[in-house]
Protein backbone atom coordinates (compact mmCIF):
# COMPACT_ATOMS: atom_id res chain seq x y z
CA UNK A 1 0.00 0.00 0.00
CA UNK A 2 1.61 3.21 -0.96
CA UNK A 3 -0.42 5.84 0.81
CA UNK A 4 -3.37 8.21 -0.02
CA UNK A 5 -2.83 9.42 -3.66
CA UNK A 6 -3.84 12.56 -5.33
CA UNK A 7 -3.63 13.39 -9.25
CA UNK A 8 -2.79 15.50 -10.48
CA UNK A 9 0.24 16.73 -8.32
CA UNK A 10 -0.09 20.02 -10.52
CA UNK A 11 -2.74 21.89 -12.07
CA UNK A 12 -2.71 25.26 -13.95
CA UNK A 13 -5.98 26.56 -15.73
CA UNK A 14 -8.14 30.24 -16.82
CA UNK A 15 -10.18 31.47 -15.07
CA UNK A 16 -13.84 30.22 -15.64
CA UNK A 17 -12.74 26.66 -16.78
CA UNK A 18 -13.28 23.93 -15.01
CA UNK A 19 -11.11 21.53 -13.19
CA UNK A 20 -10.90 17.98 -11.59
CA UNK A 21 -8.88 16.24 -8.79
CA UNK A 22 -8.47 12.78 -7.85
CA UNK A 23 -7.98 11.16 -4.79
CA UNK A 24 -7.39 7.44 -4.03
CA UNK A 25 -7.36 6.55 -0.21
CA UNK A 26 -5.53 4.06 1.73
CA UNK A 27 -7.02 0.64 0.16
CA UNK A 28 -10.27 -0.09 2.49
CA UNK A 29 -10.35 3.02 4.55
CA UNK A 30 -13.47 4.16 4.53
CA UNK A 31 -13.44 7.82 5.76
CA UNK A 32 -12.56 10.19 3.09
CA UNK A 33 -11.45 14.03 3.42
CA UNK A 34 -11.06 17.37 1.63
CA UNK A 35 -9.22 20.03 2.94
CA UNK A 36 -7.98 23.29 1.46
CA UNK A 37 -4.88 25.53 1.93
CA UNK A 38 -3.51 28.36 1.29
CA UNK A 39 0.18 30.13 1.81
CA UNK A 40 0.64 30.54 5.09
CA UNK A 41 -2.28 28.90 6.43
CA UNK A 42 -3.57 25.82 7.62
CA UNK A 43 -5.60 23.32 5.95
CA UNK A 44 -9.31 24.39 5.52
CA UNK A 45 -12.07 21.34 5.74
CA UNK A 46 -13.86 21.25 2.86
CA UNK A 47 -15.82 18.09 2.64
CA UNK A 48 -15.79 14.40 4.35
CA UNK A 49 -17.65 11.17 3.49
CA UNK A 50 -17.67 7.97 5.00
CA UNK A 51 -17.75 5.08 2.51
CA UNK A 52 -19.67 7.02 -0.22
CA UNK A 53 -22.00 8.82 1.94
CA UNK A 54 -20.89 12.45 1.70
CA UNK A 55 -21.93 13.29 5.23
CA UNK A 56 -20.44 17.05 5.97
CA UNK A 57 -19.72 19.88 3.37
CA UNK A 58 -18.05 22.95 4.83
CA UNK A 59 -19.72 26.69 3.95
CA UNK A 60 -16.29 26.61 1.74
CA UNK A 61 -17.73 24.91 -0.15
CA UNK A 62 -19.53 26.96 -2.59
CA UNK A 63 -21.86 25.49 -5.49
CA UNK A 64 -18.90 25.83 -7.80
CA UNK A 65 -17.65 22.73 -5.84
CA UNK A 66 -18.99 19.38 -5.64
CA UNK A 67 -17.75 16.77 -4.58
CA UNK A 68 -18.09 12.82 -5.04
CA UNK A 69 -17.34 9.13 -4.30
CA UNK A 70 -19.09 7.12 -6.49
CA UNK A 71 -18.13 3.40 -5.01
CA UNK A 72 -16.79 4.11 -1.92
CA UNK A 73 -13.19 4.49 -3.03
CA UNK A 74 -11.48 7.01 -4.79
CA UNK A 75 -13.10 10.48 -4.85
CA UNK A 76 -13.28 13.62 -7.27
CA UNK A 77 -13.38 17.01 -6.50
CA UNK A 78 -14.31 19.58 -9.02
CA UNK A 79 -14.60 22.95 -9.12
CA UNK A 80 -16.79 24.85 -11.83
CA UNK A 81 -15.71 28.73 -13.20
CA UNK A 82 -12.95 28.34 -11.40
CA UNK A 83 -11.65 32.02 -9.70
CA UNK A 84 -8.44 32.76 -9.19
CA UNK A 85 -9.16 32.77 -5.17
CA UNK A 86 -9.36 29.26 -5.67
CA UNK A 87 -5.93 28.78 -6.39
CA UNK A 88 -4.65 26.49 -3.42
CA UNK A 89 -3.68 22.93 -2.04
CA UNK A 90 -6.34 20.78 -2.45
CA UNK A 91 -5.63 17.69 0.32
CA UNK A 92 -7.14 14.63 0.58
CA UNK A 93 -6.83 12.38 3.66
CA UNK A 94 -7.65 8.82 4.55
CA UNK A 95 -8.72 7.12 7.61
CA UNK A 96 -9.49 4.03 9.16
CA UNK A 97 -13.39 2.37 8.84
CA UNK A 98 -13.55 0.54 12.26
CA UNK A 99 -12.30 3.09 14.97
CA UNK A 100 -12.75 6.77 15.11
CA UNK A 101 -9.36 6.99 16.96
CA UNK A 102 -7.64 5.94 14.05
CA UNK A 103 -4.75 8.11 12.16
CA UNK A 104 -5.64 10.36 9.18
CA UNK A 105 -3.15 10.51 6.30
CA UNK A 106 -2.56 12.95 3.83
CA UNK A 107 -1.53 12.88 0.04
CA UNK A 108 0.62 14.91 -1.52
CA UNK A 109 -1.84 17.45 -2.42
CA UNK A 110 -2.97 18.67 -6.02
CA UNK A 111 -1.70 22.76 -6.38
CA UNK A 112 -4.07 24.42 -8.37
CA UNK A 113 -3.10 27.56 -9.77
CA UNK A 114 -6.04 30.17 -11.71
CA UNK A 115 -4.17 32.53 -14.00
CA UNK B 1 -16.65 25.55 16.59
CA UNK B 2 -13.34 24.73 17.50
CA UNK B 3 -10.46 27.08 17.05
CA UNK B 4 -7.06 26.05 17.24
CA UNK B 5 -3.83 28.01 18.17
CA UNK B 6 -0.44 26.78 17.48
CA UNK B 7 2.60 29.34 19.67
CA UNK B 8 4.89 30.53 18.81
CA UNK B 9 3.92 31.05 14.42
CA UNK B 10 7.88 30.45 13.97
CA UNK B 11 11.19 29.42 15.97
CA UNK B 12 14.54 29.15 15.27
CA UNK B 13 16.85 26.97 17.59
CA UNK B 14 20.49 25.84 16.89
CA UNK B 15 20.67 21.95 16.06
CA UNK B 16 20.82 19.70 19.32
CA UNK B 17 18.86 22.03 21.50
CA UNK B 18 15.36 20.28 22.92
CA UNK B 19 12.46 22.22 22.11
CA UNK B 20 8.57 22.55 22.62
CA UNK B 21 5.74 23.14 20.41
CA UNK B 22 2.25 24.35 21.80
CA UNK B 23 -1.18 23.93 20.57
CA UNK B 24 -4.25 25.42 22.41
CA UNK B 25 -7.66 24.58 21.75
CA UNK B 26 -11.34 26.18 22.33
CA UNK B 27 -13.46 22.76 22.01
CA UNK B 28 -12.27 19.88 24.49
CA UNK B 29 -14.67 17.84 23.55
CA UNK B 30 -12.20 16.01 21.05
CA UNK B 31 -11.39 12.09 20.21
CA UNK B 32 -7.90 12.59 19.77
CA UNK B 33 -5.54 14.38 18.75
CA UNK B 34 -2.91 14.49 15.65
CA UNK B 35 0.29 16.32 15.14
CA UNK B 36 1.40 16.36 11.62
CA UNK B 37 5.01 17.80 10.18
CA UNK B 38 4.46 19.72 6.36
CA UNK B 39 7.21 20.60 4.42
CA UNK B 40 7.43 23.13 2.35
CA UNK B 41 4.83 22.65 -1.21
CA UNK B 42 4.30 18.88 0.25
CA UNK B 43 1.43 17.23 1.70
CA UNK B 44 1.70 16.39 5.60
CA UNK B 45 3.28 13.79 7.05
CA UNK B 46 1.79 11.98 10.34
CA UNK B 47 3.83 11.89 13.68
CA UNK B 48 1.70 11.19 16.81
CA UNK B 49 -1.94 10.53 17.10
CA UNK B 50 -2.72 10.93 21.20
CA UNK B 51 -5.90 9.43 22.11
CA UNK B 52 -8.28 11.87 24.53
CA UNK B 53 -7.78 9.13 26.77
CA UNK B 54 -3.86 9.42 26.63
CA UNK B 55 -1.72 11.71 28.33
CA UNK B 56 1.43 11.28 26.40
CA UNK B 57 2.57 9.79 23.34
CA UNK B 58 5.90 8.94 21.88
CA UNK B 59 7.64 7.97 18.69
CA UNK B 60 11.69 8.06 18.88
CA UNK B 61 12.99 11.99 19.38
CA UNK B 62 9.45 12.95 19.73
CA UNK B 63 6.90 13.47 22.49
CA UNK B 64 3.24 14.21 22.68
CA UNK B 65 1.26 15.54 25.53
CA UNK B 66 -2.59 16.42 25.91
CA UNK B 67 -4.38 18.15 28.42
CA UNK B 68 -7.82 17.73 27.06
CA UNK B 69 -9.39 19.36 30.12
CA UNK B 70 -7.79 22.72 29.72
CA UNK B 71 -7.45 22.54 25.60
CA UNK B 72 -3.65 22.28 25.37
CA UNK B 73 -1.20 19.91 23.48
CA UNK B 74 2.84 20.33 23.17
CA UNK B 75 5.11 18.44 21.12
CA UNK B 76 8.69 17.99 22.53
CA UNK B 77 11.37 17.28 20.02
CA UNK B 78 14.79 16.11 21.48
CA UNK B 79 18.27 16.66 19.89
CA UNK B 80 16.81 18.76 17.35
CA UNK B 81 18.33 18.24 13.88
CA UNK B 82 18.15 20.03 10.49
CA UNK B 83 16.39 17.30 8.97
CA UNK B 84 13.87 18.35 11.64
CA UNK B 85 13.00 21.67 9.93
CA UNK B 86 9.43 22.02 8.64
CA UNK B 87 5.85 23.34 9.59
CA UNK B 88 4.11 21.60 12.51
CA UNK B 89 0.43 21.63 12.69
CA UNK B 90 -1.85 19.98 15.28
CA UNK B 91 -5.05 19.15 14.64
CA UNK B 92 -7.68 18.26 17.40
CA UNK B 93 -10.61 15.76 15.98
CA UNK B 94 -14.38 15.83 17.27
CA UNK B 95 -15.80 12.28 17.01
CA UNK B 96 -19.46 12.63 16.89
CA UNK B 97 -20.67 10.65 13.71
CA UNK B 98 -21.07 13.09 10.71
CA UNK B 99 -18.44 15.14 12.72
CA UNK B 100 -14.92 13.51 12.45
CA UNK B 101 -13.06 16.65 10.90
CA UNK B 102 -9.48 17.29 11.62
CA UNK B 103 -9.59 21.21 13.13
CA UNK B 104 -5.86 22.96 12.07
CA UNK B 105 -4.04 25.41 13.15
CA UNK B 106 -1.76 27.78 11.24
CA UNK B 107 1.62 25.92 12.35
CA UNK B 108 4.44 26.52 13.87
CA UNK B 109 7.47 26.86 11.47
CA UNK B 110 10.39 25.38 12.96
CA UNK B 111 14.23 26.20 11.67
CA UNK B 112 17.20 24.13 13.01
CA UNK B 113 19.96 26.00 12.58
CA UNK B 114 23.17 23.69 11.99
Known amino acids: DTGVSQDPRHKITKRGQNVTFRCDPI?????LYWYRQTLGQGPEFLTY????????KSRLLSDRFSAERPKGSFSTLEIQRTEQGDSAMYLC?????????????FGQGTRLTVV | KQEVTQIPAALSVPEGENLVLNCSFT??????LQWFRQDPGKGLTSLLL?????REQTSGRLNASLDKSSGRSTLYIAASQPGDSATYLC?????????????FGTGTRLTIIP
Open chain 1, 93 to 105: ASSSKTDLNTEAF
Open chain 1, 27 to 31: SEHNR
Open chain 1, 49 to 56: FQNEAQLE
Open chain 2, 27 to 32: DSAIYN
Open chain 2, 50 to 54: IQSSQ
Open chain 2, 91 to 103: APKRGIFGNEKLT
